[in-house]
């Protein structure tokens, strides 16, 4: 650096003329702190004060330990947040995106870490947002290890907001999923009640833009709350229900249904030589699905490729599909059997 | 969901009428498998087609390990990326950024994952960002484990992008570090050749709106370089050279020197009865600091917690400084003792 005080005739420039508060990354940093810890688990290792966050690996008992990771957005699902002014569940969206894509191998989720870029960095804000993080963490049973905030003034108008997750979790090595999976299996998809963190874009574009409807009427005709308490209805944590299933039957694969839908993810464990056929109609479709679709007047096609449909969540299941749904219902979800697995090439088709 | 194709006098709504381009997310995939493979390590298990990126702990041989996790992005480093159409190197930055908080905790890097979000998907360009990402991935020794592209429409303008990473690497709980920081110890600074990821809002302003520079034109009057290259010189990874000076003298800390430049970063390696002291003009500054500063008539106490000021790592050294800024030469980073720890209480000073 140079040690002068520089000359010339300009007005001396500061990181807050250029929109960077560090004040209030200060003040967010401690509104926090209180959430964070709220998620330690026994193995998170305080008081260091280093760069990084701290998990111990000393009481794993794995014979043969992998480590999964996973890393996912709540994609723009934040813009129905800002535009309605609601912060408070986001959070728990995006925790559920990695978590769960790392339960769906087999492993139990250790730890996660946020990354929040914003605007302009309102401290009470990230609060709601963490809080939210903190939720989700505290469900899916990992602790919030670390995180970060950063401002972006010029990238990024000052109510605009990114949520970024990563979660890291432990599985053993013969425990890993897919395995296993053959012709023969049975799906059993799991409640999803909303759009999860998903076509985003394609639902705004249909219900706000098209069909002008607004985010603080009803969700639809008749309906007793919001659209914009129907668009952020948070994302259901599978993690631990997937944990129980497998203690009742012998699951071989999860599909986590996110972007690309329940075609996109089941082929993703499917073997070459199967086929799944998920039969429509054979679980019940949330309201919110029907709308987008007439609202947007958006093909069937389109429709099953942007959205969950109402499972988030796919088992293929290799035992009694009923105990599987017994157990998915015993951990707090709905599940219903919509398929099953018949020998083939690895496509996926929703039949009936 | 609705089976029936929907009624109405609407034009049909599909996902690329709302800005997401599957086809191009699916060729971006495509394009940057290489790049991802050319990190692995022997502990990369592949071909399980799961929902996360899965690493064996079975080689570890630590006695007692600790896991270590970071997260950062390049904050709007990517703006001049975006208005130099230079992608290329921007991912050795977003490794370097959190790869370097965990090697500043003492811990081996052991992967990372980044998450792209964009305003519009062009396969090219991600292509060369990840590019980038495998390059400062295998420069760290850390194998690229996962990632997530998402595009964001009605968030980001086309050709804006925001980049995020995530590291994990593991220590022994002994080896952990701060430890062991006292009065006495000596401070040896790693040569930051440019801004790193940090004090972008601010140079920007400065350079481009205050002083009217163009991105173009050359660095400074004089330079053979223009103001783009100067301003996108990769970030330094210094994780192997921080191993390798700790096998050379006892090394007590290592402070990364980031958001909120040398002053704030050593502070938080600083036990409450030191303080650190560092002599101004005990290293060559780069210029592109002191350009900032005239053009912007940036106070001098802005520039030290916006700006790395040519030293992106500052390491504590119990042993011989001498022999620390020897071993950091010999891995290939400029060095030199810039100062020292006194009884204090936890204050850092730049003086002279």
């Known amino acids: 650096m140079t040690r002068r005080d520089p000359g010339g005739n300009q007005e001396p420039l500061t990181y807050a003329d250029a929109g960077v508060d560090i004040a209030a990354g200060e003040k967010a940093v401690e ?110 049973g990992c602790a ?48 999803s009640p909303g759009l999860r963190c998903n076509g985003y874009s394609l639902a705004r574009r249909a219900l706000l833009d098209q069909a002008g409807r607004e985010l603080d009427g009803p969700a639809w005709d008749g309906a007793d709350h919001s659209l914009a308490e129907e668009l952020l209805r948070p994302s259901e944590i599978y993690a631990p229900a997937l944990a129980a299933v497998r203690e009742q039957v012998e699951v071989h694969a999860f599909a986590h249904v996110t972007g690309g839908g329940i075609p996109a993810n089941l082929a993703r464990v499917l073997p070459d030589d199967c086929d799944a056929v998920v039969r429509r109609g054979s679980w019940p ?36 599909p009923d105990r599987a749904v017994d157990a998915l219902r015993s951990a707090g979800h709905d599940a219903w059997e919509v398929g099953e697995l018949v020998a083939g090439d690895g496509r996926v088709t929703l039949a009936g």
Chains 1, 2 share one sequence.
């Open 285 to 320: 479709g949330p309201r919110i699905f029907a709308e987008v679709q007439a609202a947007g007047a958006v093909p069937a096609a389109e429709m099953e490729s942007a959205f969950n449909l109402g499972l988030g969540m796919i088992a293929v299941v290799g035992g009694d």
């Open 144 to 191: 919030l290890l670390g995180g970060e905030m950063s401002e972006h003034p010029d990238l990024m108008e000052p109510g605009e907001f990114d949520l970024v997750g990563f979660a890291v979790g432990v599985a053993e090595r013969d425990g890993l999923l897919p395995a296993g999976v053959a012709a023969g299996d049975r799906l059993v998809g799991v409640a």
């Open 31 to 140: 509104l926090i702190k209180t959430h964070v810890r709220s998620t330690f688990r026994a193995e998170v290792i305080g008081g260091v004060g280093g760069f990084g966050g701290l998990f111990s690996l000393a009481g794993l008992r794995h014979r043969d330990p992998v480590l999964v990771a996973s890393t996912d957005g709540v994609g723009t699902k934040s813009v129905v947040a800002r535009l309605a002014g609601r912060y408070e569940t986001i959070g728990i969206d995006v925790v559920a995106m990695s978590v769960d894509d790392v339960a769906a191998t087999g492993a139990e989720p250790l730890f996660f870490l946020d990354y929040i870029s914003v605007g302009k960095l309102v401290p009470e804000t990230v609060d709601e947002i963490v809080a939210g993080v903190a939720v989700g963490c505290r469900h899916a």
